[in-house]
């Protein structure tokens, strides 16, 4: 097997391979989303060969992206640091050049406080656009059911998530108004008192 | 002009009212640039691993000596190894004594036990204390119980021979498991797995198993011989005919030695292997003034 053949395979999927892998990792550190990138390519790469039926590439290379990444989930956190075997090439840094809105990383910090599986659904459904069947096979469920009723607690803790950010959000601006208007009426007074 | 209504922002935007607005800055950063760079790196990998298959591999174990059946199977018999080196200790049969009584001299029923098949060569006669009869002791270090119950058989048969009795000899021993195991395995096998060194330590065994005693009546110049099991179960004496000459005082003396280097078989390691020399070069002398039944 050819790695061209599975550049091919990947070109149409890159995009949304990286983006549901930074997605994924949330904000917690860009290295890992890195991290898990390399490793899935690594292994996709590796087992490409037993890849049956080409037109499933991308359900098969997103399941071992979610995989990678749930397996490094349940790792102790001194694991997931260490770094690759000697040998192994570093993959090129390639989320660094691509600046993120402050909207981004604020849906990021929303998403990084879902459930690790349940994000990993929501972002199957909503960012990459699989079927609720693909999600199922994606994610090793045994029924259609699981997926739903995970997407949809995903989906309501968010809302409320964002709802709270929203309610805080507000909250800070008023206080900040009132904090304004207060000094700016002492400024005020002690000028009328310097004045005198 | 109307004004312009400020934008909406995304995330305060229902999910079900519209959910592409909602997550739309996830989907905003272009990530197609880095590709190239990254189909090249992904070929490099592949050249490397390539590279890594088709070099001969450093010395390493077979794949199946990783495997978990194999290790598993090391690590029983690893344990069964250790196990089979554990001393036991254990009651071991190291010899069996056949004694009878019987009118007549040593000679005659020597030649009388001869067609049984006897190792009539450590036959030992002895006047009985109480009755007009000798009593005829023979020890057998080496042989089987199948040997000797049929040796008592064809003894009781005998008329002439009374009161035909057997004493197992019996030691506490230490020894490994995987012995005693095969020790007590049917048929002829311990015979043919014990090496010749073990078949002698047996026979030493027996030897040391016995009690010997020896003294020198002075004024009679007559010596006295007695063997007696070590826990003093069951004693023989044999107190030869006549007097002793010159040349069998002698003898007599080489008994005592070995009686005293039998004496130190209990003693520590060095001191055994002193007394199973002195026992080795003086068993001859010890044999022929028992069989000469001191004429």
Redesign the interface.
Known sequence: M???D??DA??PH??DA??YC??LTARTARIEAEDILQEA??KA??HYDQLKTPSRFRVWFFQIITRTYLSERRKAYWKRILPFAS???H??D??A??P??D??L??LD?LAQLAPRQRAAL?LF??AGFSLEEIRLIQGDRSLSAVKSRLSRA?QK??HI?QE??NAASKNTSLSRLHHETIETTRKALDALHDR | MKPSKPPE????R???DD?DL??K???????????D???I??????Q??HARSTQKPPLQPPAWVQTWRFKLLATCLLGLLIIGFIPIQEEDIVGYLIYWTAEGSPDAVKQEVAPLGLPIAQLVAAPHPEAPTNRFILLLPDATESNVEMWMNQLRSNNHFADVQQVTLQETINRPIYEAFFAQLPGSLSEGFLSKASVDRMRFRTLAALHVSAWLDTPDRTYHLAFGTRNDSLWFSVRPYGQVSTAQERLFDEVQRMDRALRQLQGDAPRVQQARALLESHLDSLETIVMTGGH
Do not use: C
């Open positions: 050819a790695s061209s599975f550049t990947l070109a890159y995009n990286l983006r930074h997605a390519l690594l790469l590796n040998g192994v090439m993959m090129p390639v989320y050049s691509v993120l809105s909207v981004h604020a849906l929303a972002l909503e960012l989906r968010l809302k964002i950010d929203k | 922002k995304p995330l305060t229902s999910m079900t959910r909602l997550l800055p996830l989907n905003e950063p272009d990530y197609q640039d880095s590709f760079e990254m189909a790196w992904l070929q490099r990998v592949q490397a691993q």
